[in-house]
């Protein structure tokens, strides 16, 4: 009798797990190919991607190439830059400081950092620990990014700098994505803490969590190898960047570089909402306060480093990140027991469509196919760029030329956040530099009256447009800078004034 027992029971297990295990598999087989096609499609070198459901790491996988020039494959441990992902690592950081009493999310600023200026005096004392977080500082989404990707400034210099950025709103009204504020953020956890942000995240997250190969610098990456490599677009082909982008100047907003391996283990601590195994890194309730709604955007909202949506009536909290060469994305969904963190060595639509892709899947919704409908949405994004710059030709005056001889416009110019650009003549050709930022550069060809158009030394920046304006006296006063498809940079902000 007993034995009948036992095998009824283990019919009846063998039956449940076969008709939950194996769906589940077959949902990951599905993935699987439906990744590898899409590499294909865009031209993708690699790509990464892991998945946590119910507490554990059920796919975890690499796919193409780490670097085109050298066919070494992508695997779970290959390292990424995950750019804005990172934010979250900071205001969990945080979280873990107020869960101390060490500050409160609402302590002002200054309180803290006495040096810290914004534009408005009032803005300066109004500023919250929570709006630096939570993108509502009444400034232009990426603004002022221009001072940190690419310069030669260090943190202390752009956090000097941003209280000459005008806003585009009143304070706490709109929403504007910021990376400065999160780099002050970083700096009042320092204040706090006696450590810095890099040391505070290693110590707190990477090593209690087991994130053994993550860092927050590119040369540590470097030192450690197995690494992907930046990769863009070159006349239709895909070419390797010349080298990584550093983010360490505003590194709280974006430093970290890590891998899928690492990163399953980061959303199993915020599944578990701050705690993984008997390790609790952070509370509950400074969980509850991450995910909570803070400034509003369109139909979705933005919380304490992660943005919040609604998909078949769950909450999703999702943070992309992006580099020049490199796209990254952690989507979790905690009703659900779901999360995912998605790797990319190449700035596409391609991140997305595979997170949508898997996410309807796990979801138990019949997925659209995504990779379509994003290769569609690129294809046309890249039909506009070259609308646009079609559209500048055919407005162009023909037949015209400078105001002045063409030695009358060099000259050293300052814009007073900035900082300096060199305008000067080399074999009887202007040439445009900006100080702070050692690749922005190139030669200034004329367009028409006194603008002249400028494709940048730099790979990551696309063509831009400098108009030259005279003073009474028919002498160079000043430029401006356009470049209407920049992919982070507002040049638009930027008044150089001649200065000798």
Same mark, same amino acid.
């Given at each position: 009798?007993?034995?009948?027992?036992?095998?009824?029971?283990?019919?009846?297990?063998?039956?449940?797990?076969?008709?939950?295990?194996?769906?589940?598999?077959?949902? !990951?087989?599905?993935?699987?190919?439906?990744?590898?096609?899409?590499?294909?499609?865009?031209?993708?070198?690699?790509?990464?991607?892991?998945?946590?459901?119910?507490?554990?790491?059920?796919?975890?996988?690499?796919?193409?190439?780490?670097?085109?020039?050298?066919?070494?494959?992508?695997?779970?441990?290959?390292?990424?830059?995950?750019?804005?992902?990172?934010?979250?690592?900071?205001?969990?950081?945080?979280?873990?400081?107020?869960?101390?009493?060490?500050?409160?999310?609402?302590?002002?600023?200054?309180?803290?950092?006495?040096?810290?200026?914004?534009?408005?005096?009032?803005?300066?004392?109004?500023?919250?620990?929570?709006?630096?977080?939570?993108?509502?500082?009444?400034?232009?989404?990426?603004?002022?990014?221009?001072?940190?990707?690419?310069?030669?400034?260090?943190?202390?210099?752009?956090?000097?700098?941003?209280?000459?950025?005008?806003?585009?709103?009143?304070?706490?009204?709109?929403?504007?994505?910021?990376?400065?504020?999160?780099?002050?953020?970083?700096?009042?956890?320092?204040?706090?803490?006696?450590?810095?942000?890099?040391?505070?995240?290693?110590?707190?997250?990477?090593?209690?969590?087991?994130?053994?190969?993550?860092?927050?610098?590119?040369?540590?990456?470097?030192?450690?190898?197995?690494?992907?490599?930046?990769?863009?677009?070159?006349?239709?082909?895909?070419?390797?960047?010349?080298?990584?982008?550093?983010?360490?100047?505003?590194?709280?907003?974006?430093?970290?570089?890590?891998?899928?391996?690492?990163?399953?283990?980061?959303?199993?601590?915020?599944?578990?909402?701050?705690?993984?195994?008997?390790?609790?890194?952070?509370?509950?309730?400074?969980?509850?306060?991450?995910?909570?709604?803070?400034?509003?955007?369109?139909?979705?909202?933005?919380?304490?480093?992660?943005?919040?949506?609604?998909?078949?009536?769950?909450?999703?909290?999702?943070?992309?990140?992006?580099?020049?060469?490199?796209?990254?994305?952690?989507?979790?969904?905690?009703?659900?027991?779901?999360?995912?963190?998605?790797?990319?060595?190449?700035?596409?639509?391609?991140?997305?469509?595979?997170?949508?892709?898997?996410?309807?899947?796990?979801?138990?919704?019949?997925? *659209?196919?995504?990779?379509?409908?994003?290769?569609?949405?690129?294809?046309?994004?890249?039909?506009?760029?070259?609308?646009?710059?079609?559209?500048?030709?055919?407005?162009?005056?023909?037949?015209? *030329?400078?105001?002045?001889?063409?030695?009358?416009?060099?000259?050293?110019?300052?814009?007073?956040?900035?900082?300096?650009?060199?305008?000067?003549?080399?074999?009887?050709?202007?040439? !445009?530099?900006?100080?702070?930022?050692?690749?922005?550069?190139?030669?200034?060809?004329?367009?028409?009256?006194?603008?002249?158009?400028?494709?940048?030394?730099?790979?990551?920046?696309?063509?831009?447009?400098?108009?030259?304006?005279?003073?009474?006296?028919?002498?160079?006063?000043?430029?401006?800078?356009?470049?209407?498809?920049?992919?982070?940079?507002?040049?638009?902000?930027?008044?150089?004034?001649?200065?000798?």
């Amino acid at each position: 009798m007993l034995s009948k027992i036992k095998m009824v029971f283990s019919l009846f297990t063998f039956l449940f797990i076969a008709t939950n295990i194996y769906p589940q598999q077959a949902k !990951l087989d599905k993935i699987d190919t439906y990744i590898q096609q899409a590499m294909k499609d865009w031209k993708m070198p690699g790509f990464a991607v892991a998945i946590v459901k119910n507490d554990t790491v059920i796919f975890a996988k690499g796919f193409g190439v780490r670097d085109i020039r050298t066919n070494e494959p992508v695997d779970e441990n290959t390292n990424f830059m995950i750019a804005s992902c990172s934010k979250a690592f900071t205001t969990a950081s945080l979280s873990r400081l107020v869960d101390q009493g060490k500050l409160k999310w609402d302590d002002p600023v200054i309180k803290y950092l006495p040096y810290f200026h914004m534009y408005d005096p009032w803005v300066t004392k109004e500023m919250t620990i929570r709006d630096l977080v939570t993108h509502r500082s009444g400034l232009a989404t990426f603004s002022g990014d221009i001072l940190w990707l690419g310069s030669t400034y260090d943190k202390n210099e752009v956090i000097k700098r941003a209280q000459y950025l005008k806003p585009i709103s009143s304070f706490r009204s709109r929403y504007g994505y910021q990376n400065i504020m999160f780099s002050v953020a970083g700096e009042v956890l320092e204040a706090v803490s006696d450590t810095n942000w890099h040391s505070y995240v290693k110590h707190n997250f990477f090593e209690p969590l087991g994130m053994t190969r993550s860092n927050t610098s590119i040369k540590e990456m470097k030192e450690k190898g197995n690494n992907a490599w930046p990769h863009r677009m070159d006349n239709g082909n895909v070419v390797a960047h010349t080298d990584y982008y550093s983010i360490e100047t505003v590194a709280p907003a974006g430093a970290i570089n890590s891998n899928v391996k690492d990163m399953a283990q980061w959303i199993r601590l915020q599944l578990n909402k701050g705690k993984i195994g008997d390790k609790r890194i952070f509370s509950e309730r400074q969980s509850n306060e991450m995910w909570s709604n803070n400034m509003f955007l369109g139909n979705n909202n933005y919380g304490l480093g992660w943005f919040i949506a609604y998909n078949n009536g769950k909450r999703v909290l999702n943070h992309g990140g992006g580099m020049p060469g490199m796209i990254s994305d952690v989507t979790i969904i905690p009703e659900e027991k779901f999360g995912m963190v998605i790797l990319s060595n190449y700035e596409t639509g391609m991140v997305n469509a595979i997170r949508n892709y898997i996410m309807d899947l796990m979801m138990n919704v019949e997925p *659209k196919d995504y990779n379509k409908m994003m290769l569609d949405n690129w294809s046309r994004r890249m039909e506009n760029f070259e609308k646009e710059n079609k559209r500048r030709e055919e407005i162009r005056v023909k037949n015209t *030329k400078p105001s002045l001889p063409i030695e009358k416009y060099c000259g050293t110019y300052e814009d007073k956040m900035y900082g300096k650009a060199d305008v000067s003549l080399k074999e009887g050709k202007l040439y !445009l530099h900006f100080v702070p930022s050692p690749t922005f550069k190139g030669e200034l060809k004329h367009y028409h009256f006194d603008q002249f158009y400028i494709d940048w030394e730099d790979e990551f920046l696309t063509r831009g447009w400098v108009k030259f304006d005279m003073n009474f006296n028919g002498e160079i006063k000043q430029f401006t800078v356009e470049v209407p498809n920049s992919p982070d940079f507002i040049f638009t902000e930027l008044l150089f004034e001649k200065t000798k």
